[in-house]
């Protein structure tokens, strides 16, 4: 009965959601379109206990990825030892050279990580993919339980659902922990940045300088904002969300308008913390996915909480043999693609497509992972008044304070199409709030 | 064992005022077992605060700020450095060294030089260093020096298709034809005795130990080259860097002197 008052304001929370700004920016064609993200009233539901075995496995899953984090920045033990192959490290895109020697604050690398889960037909969760480099996505579930509360206050009286506004404090300590003196800022690279609404909306709920570039400089090996009048007060840990290449064009990508020159000279000397560490593309890589696992093992001996969609790595010849052997039933996917693009179905794909691409993936077997097709549970969500079922994924945000924290929340991202297990809202999906009951 | 002495002048003259201007520049030489470097002096101007430290591969950097507008910028560095005390260099950092075991940027092999290493039949030579530096001998009878017809975006493969460049591009080529050849390389910034520029050249790792070979003048480095950076190619360790607003028109002037003493 409760429930059913919440789904009655969808429409209300909707317009709430539109008139507050809460918007992500997408380019198409090299144009900048701004679109809404629909919100879906139903909420995923996750029991107590079994949130507490999430809980569990994305605290040792980012704990061993940080771990793995600061040995390739440094000793490169795993690799030595043969666990990880060379290749997936210095052939990857995402492993910066400029961060060979460099420890980040209390060695936190990745210090907001949002890690991606789908929930099988079988009631067996599954790791799809790790975001290290600043995920995105935490403001939506925060904003719409506001405004459901707001809403619909009847129907959180009688449930017992974790409270979710509480992301800012752990934002806040995570940052706090970090801070070697000076003030908290957020850097954004400006309104027409995918994440815009959530930089200014983490900023006003943690009580951080929402910054650009510009206001940022560099002087005598430190970080200092100026102010309106002109002073510079002293930095002492920065949430970026710009990428690596563009944040400090001395020392990465000399093009980059956006970032600040020698930023990265003053973190290298311990002077600022940046949020999160440069060089975690090495990290959450789709090659470097398939050795989570043996991380774990590897760094604490222990066995994995949570599994692995089943993966294949062509690179190796008995997985390549089997990915030829099997292809119809495995999705292919780009390596160093994001956001739902660089994805191909093998049972999808014309004959043609489908000798193009074993063409390519015979000549650069280390491009691409496969998987089995995950049947993952549908969610139901309200299409023009009827409930129907959807394809939906988790993203859970594991915060890496002076201990590692999970947000009692999440972003559940769904599919409006009914034929698609493409979530990503660049490609026009909708979200969820996700409700952890207390018990 | 020789004494030499460097003097590095870079000048850059602007058309309009510059700003603000951000300079990082990689051009003190490196201490190691074969060259050990002595009274370093550095002048800047406009005069500025400067930071020291060191990049990822830990090459020396002088940063800094200009926040004074100014039309002109310099800097002259100056020092000796005692060079040819040993063969080789030591491995700095043996965790870093499988890096430059994989093609990285502009030192990356396509298909004309996988030709042209497919031909030099390597199978026959035993050991890593007499194939390098036989690789050495034959590249310069088949590559032409010939400055101003490639630039700092050049990669190996174009540079090697067009039959000619300068030393940049000799040591981008040379490294590609060394890891198609398993034999880890990297490229080297520095200064050779004579009047001119700055100068490239490539180190090889062979037994734990990191052998000079200049592929643009074909000799092995003992006595005459200073070091002043390395990298994995021209990019990682480029001598200066700059970012300024304003300026308009830039024209740069560049004086290296390096003389025995």
């Known amino acids: 009965m409760e429930r ?28 900048f379109h701004e679109q809404l993200f629909p919100f879906d009233a139903i909420p995923r539901i996750i029991e107590a206990d079994e949130f507490e075995y999430l809980e569990k496995g994305l605290k040792q899953r980012v704990v061993a990825l940080n771990l793995f984090l600061k040995d390739i920045y440094s000793k490169k033990q795993i690799v030595k030892d043969g666990v990880v192959p060379e290749d997936f490290i210095f052939a990857s895109s995402g492993y910066m050279l400029e961060c060979e020697g460099v420890a980040p604050i209390k060695d936190i690398y990745s210090h907001i990580s949002g890690i991606d889960l789908v929930k099988g037909k079988d009631g067996v969760w599954y790791i799809l993919e790790d975001n290290l480099r600043v995920p995105s996505g935490a403001s939506y579930p925060m904003i719409a339980r506001e405004f459901c509360r707001r809403s619909s206050p009847e129907t959180f009286a009688n449930l017992k659902v974790e409270e979710n506004r509480d992301y800012a404090e752990l934002l806040r300590r995570t940052m706090d922990n970090v801070n070697v003196g000076g003030h908290t800022v957020i850097l954004t690279p400006g309104r027409y940045n995918a994440a815009y609404f959530e930089h200014s909306f983490l900023a006003e709920k943690t009580g951080c300088h929402l910054v650009n570039g510009s206001e940022l400089e560099v002087k005598d090996d430190k970080l200092y904002f100026k102010t309106a009048t002109g002073e510079l007060e002293r930095v002492g840990v920065v949430y970026r969300r710009i990428s690596d290449e563009y944040l400090d064009p001395m020392n990465f990508n000399p093009e980059s308008l956006i970032g600040i020159p020698h930023i990265y000279d003053v973190f290298r000397k311990g002077n600022v913390a940046l949020m999160n560490a440069p060089g975690n593309g090495v990290a959450d890589d789709k090659g470097i996915y398939y050795f989570v696992p043996k991380m774990i093992k590897y760094y604490l001996g222990e066995e994995p909480i949570l599994n692995n969609a089943p993966t294949y790595l062509p690179f190796y010849e008995d997985d390549y043999k089997y990915v030829i052997d099997n292809f119809d039933n495995l999705v292919l996917k780009d390596v160093a693609e994001a956001g739902g693009y660089g994805v191909v179905f093998g049972n ?66 769904f599919s409006r199409n009914p034929d698609s297990f493409i979530v990503n809202s660049s490609q026009g999906g909708g979200f969820k709030d996700t409700w952890v009951l207390s018990r | 064992m020789t004494k030499l002495h460097f003097d590095y002048y870079m000048r850059i003259d602007y058309s309009e005022e510059v700003a603000t201007c951000n300079y990082t520049i990689k051009c003190i030489p490196m ?139 000799f040591a981008h080529i040379f490294i590609a034809i060394m890891h198609l050849a398993n034999i880890p390389a990297r490229y080297v910034t520095g200064l050779i005795v004579g009047e001119g520029q700055s100068h490239a050249w490539v180190e090889i790792l062979v037994d734990g130990k990191w052998y000079g070979l200049d592929p643009t003048n074909n000799k092995k480095v003992l006595n005459e080259h200073i070091k002043l950076g390395v990298g994995r190619d021209a990019r990682d360790c480029m001598i200066n860097r700059g970012i300024m607003h304003g300026g308009g028109l830039h024209t740069q002037t560049v004086k290296v002197n390096v003389e025995e003493i």
């Not at chain 1, 789904?7 to 144009?31: C, M, P, Q, S, W």
């Not at chain 2, 890096?99 to 026959?124: C, M, R, S, W």
């Not at chain 2, 030579?125 to 490639?150: C, G, H, W």
Request: aromatic residues 10%.
């Open chain 1, 4 to 31: 059913l008052s919440l789904l009655e304001h969808t429409d209300t929370v909707n317009e709430l959601l539109a008139r507050y700004g809460v918007k992500f920016g997408i380019y198409k064609n090299n144009t």
């Open chain 1, 348 to 413: 999808k794909m014309t004959k043609e497509q489908k000798a193009d691409f074993l063409e390519l993936l015979r000549k650069e077997p280390r491009r691409f992972i496969a998987q089995e097709v995950i049947d993952f549970q549908d969610l139901d969500i309200i299409d023009k008044n009827e409930q129907v079922p959807r394809k939906a994924d988790l993203r859970a945000f594991v915060l890496m304070a002076d201990e590692p924290l999970v947000w009692k929340s999440g972003l559940t991202r």
């Open chain 2, 31 to 169: 201490q190691n077992l074969r060259q050990i470097p002595t009274d370093i002096k550095i002048e800047l101007s406009p005069p500025s605060k400067y930071c020291l430290g060191k990049d990822g591969l830990k090459n020396n950097q002088i940063y800094g700020r200009n926040e004074l507008p100014h039309k002109m910028f310099y800097y002259h560095i100056t020092g000796n450095a005692e060079v040819g005390l040993c063969s080789y260099d030591e491995v700095e950092n043996s965790d870093i060294s499988m890096v430059f075991k994989h093609p990285h940027g502009l030192n990356k092999a396509g298909n004309k030089i996988t030709e042209y290493f497919n031909k030099l039949q390597l199978k026959d030579i035993d050991s890593d260093y007499d194939k390098a530096v036989y690789v050495m001998n034959r590249f310069y009878e088949d590559y032409d020096y010939q400055p101003l017809t490639t630039d700092l975006n050049t990669t190996a493969e174009e540079a090697f298709a067009q039959g000619h460049g300068v030393c940049q591009d």
